[in-house]
């Protein structure tokens, strides 16, 4: 493809194939964005001159974690092997390129400026483990979440050891100076999905009066949870069904994690048939006068099951820390 608007073209015709099945789906996710990030190094290679040494493009939030919607933001970063002005200027430029590229094709820019283009997220390897280091040592609410941000990273382009050794290291450094409880508060203000009547909560005003929300009511419990026993099990993987699968017994009993996997596929699956597939902002909300009783009760459970999930972590790492 020659430029991003042939790879928007292509994403069009063919996201309609895989739109009901979610691993389908995040693979066409995975091949887009690889198309978009080849021709950014083609054009910027054009420009100023071949690519001064290795790195590594990695996404992270929901494409991080290989659970996108039909639509998706941009959450991404790049890890570079050396330092130099110019190449911090070479690199900071094809950041910038892929988050146009990306934004060409269909992938909205992140309002909270979490891509490459950003030169917070666009760094040597060498900056991005003092940068790690700071976050980790400030461990102030906005830090912590931002490092959270980037746990959930996965490398889809160049040189992955980047990625996995400065992740190693932020791993490491957690336990050491027992920061799992500063990550458990920064994810502790989670919206309730279920009211105490067992009624499910919607929006009460505004364009998606009436609809759930379901990236923070049902999706976040199950994403938070699992990423907090995976970062205490040294678990890298970053879907959260893959750290589920990884989690030893001892943690999450076989039974509990074959529910909270059914639960969560389940999940996934009710975001792709049931939401509005128009844009990005209304693929988070379900209308529930929409659903038959069932559904609704599927929706319960999964919200439940979600809540209970969280609250077991919660509790263990509270508990940890004592």
Request: charged share 25%.
């Amino acid at each position: 493809m020659n430029n991003y608007l042939e790879i928007r073209r292509f994403r069009d015709d063919q996201i309609i194939w895989v739109s009901r099945n979610h691993f389908q789906l995040n693979q066409l996710h995975d091949e887009i964005i690889t198309s978009v990030i080849t021709l950014s190094i083609q054009q910027i290679a054009e420009r100023y001159g071949p690519i001064p040494c290795p790195f590594t493009f990695f996404m992270m939030g929901s494409a991080g974690r290989f659970e996108q919607s039909l639509w998706s933001d941009q959450d991404h970063g790049i890890i570079y092997q050396k330092q130099g002005t110019e190449i911090n200027e070479y690199f900071l430029a094809l950041g910038k390129e892929i988050s146009k590229g990306l934004q060409i094709a269909g992938y909205v820019y992140c309002e909270g400026g979490v891509m490459a283009s950003n030169p917070l997220w666009c760094k040597s390897i060498s900056q991005w483990r003092q940068q790690l280091d700071n976050w980790l040592l400030d461990s102030s609410w906005e830090l912590i979440r931002q490092l959270l941000i980037f746990i959930d990273g996965r490398s889809l382009y160049g040189d992955a050891s980047f990625l996995e050794s400065l992740k190693m290291e932020v791993y490491h450094t957690i336990h050491k100076e027992n920061l799992l409880k500063k990550l458990l508060s920064n994810t502790l203000h989670l919206k309730k999905g279920i009211g105490i009547l067992g009624q499910i909560l919607v929006e009460t005003h505004g364009h998606h009066s009436g609809s759930l929300n379901i990236k923070e009511k049902a999706l976040f419990p199950y994403v938070n949870a699992i990423r907090l026993l995976a970062i205490k099990e040294n678990i890298f993987e970053t879907s959260t069904l893959s750290r589920l699968e990884k989690l030893p017994e001892f943690e999450l009993s076989t039974i509990k994690r074959k529910l909270y996997t059914q639960q969560f596929l389940k999940l996934l699956n009710i975001r792709l048939s049931l939401a509005k597939p128009d844009n990005y902002e209304n693929s988070h909300y379900i209308s529930i006068v929409s659903l038959s009783k069932k559904q609704k009760e599927e929706v319960k459970e999964i919200l439940k099951n979600g809540a209970a999930l969280y609250r077991y972590v919660r509790n263990l790492v509270e508990k940890e820390d004592i």
